[in-house]
């Protein structure tokens, strides 16, 4: 089983619309969780980390399930500047290293 | 400006010539690590580092050597580069001890071995 696994897309939604990624992981011991975001050809960048309790930050709000071990990201009123593909990232504690899901892609159109 | 640099951005080689790609970061941070990035398979994570002299192999580190000899910098070796070693690569950099913390990456280096 892989260690954290997302839905490809791409993910084509029109201007204004209402997107939501899952995202899930197999280690059970996981800690802590991250969102961020790739544009093409540049360097991954952290969106927002995800806390237990969820969290939002402007039109994003992500949630973490530990019970089910997925986290979600819901971006509202999707903007062209949206697009991009977004990378689930996982820590299993403070002093190790990050695993990178393989990016959701998503495409806002006018 | 807070930062992770890498050089070359862009580099053209061919099979055996031996290249180095350098990283720095200017943060003060403890972790620091190498990734590549191939279409369809994702981040992966090359070689890492907890601080200075400690170094640690990640999930692809064949074919590649680091050290890590000051706080700053982290050199990606490539002794004999080869065609599969053709990708993205990425230096990222971060203070592990916190728990939400974040990984600042470098702009990346576009590797082609012929």
């Known amino acids: 089983r892989k260690e954290v696994e997302q839905d490809p897309g791409p993910f084509n939604v029109p201007e204004g619309a209402t997107v939501a990624f899952n995202c899930t992981y197999s280690?059970?011991?996981?800690?802590?969780f991250f969102w961020y975001r790739q544009d093409c050809r540049k360097e991954p960048k952290l969106l927002m980390s995800?806390?237990?309790s969820g969290n939002e930050d402007g039109r994003f709000t992500a949630q973490l399930n530990r019970a089910s071990q997925y986290i979600s990201l819901l971006i509202r009123d999707s903007k062209l500047s949206d697009s991009a593909t977004y990378l689930c990232?996982?820590?299993?504690?403070?002093?190790?290293?990050?695993?990178f899901g393989k990016g959701t892609m998503l495409l806002v159109s006018p | 400006e807070a930062q992770v640099t890498q050089n070359p951005r862009y580099l053209i080689t061919v099979t055996g010539k031996k290249l180095t790609v350098t990283c720095s970061q200017n943060?003060?941070?403890?972790?620091m690590s190498w990734y590549r990035q191939d279409p369809g398979l994702g981040l992966r994570q090359i070689y890492y580092?907890?601080?200075?002299?400690?170094?640690d192999k990640g999930d692809v580190p064949e074919g590649y050597k680091v050290s890590r000899k000051e706080k700053r910098n982290f050199p990606l070796i490539l002794e004999s580069p080869s065609p599969n070693q053709t990708s993205l690569y990425f230096c990222?950099?971060?203070?592990?001890?916190?728990?939400?913390?974040?990984?600042?990456f470098g702009p990346g280096t576009r590797l082609t071995v012929l």
């Open positions: 990222a950099s971060s203070s592990p001890s916190r728990q939400y913390n974040e990984q600042f």
């Open positions: 280690n059970s011991a996981s800690q802590s």
């Open positions: 995800v806390y237990s």
């Open positions: 990232v996982v820590k299993s504690s403070g002093y190790s290293t990050l695993t």
């Open positions: 943060m003060n941070h403890e972790y």
């Open positions: 580092s907890m601080n200075v002299e400690v170094t």
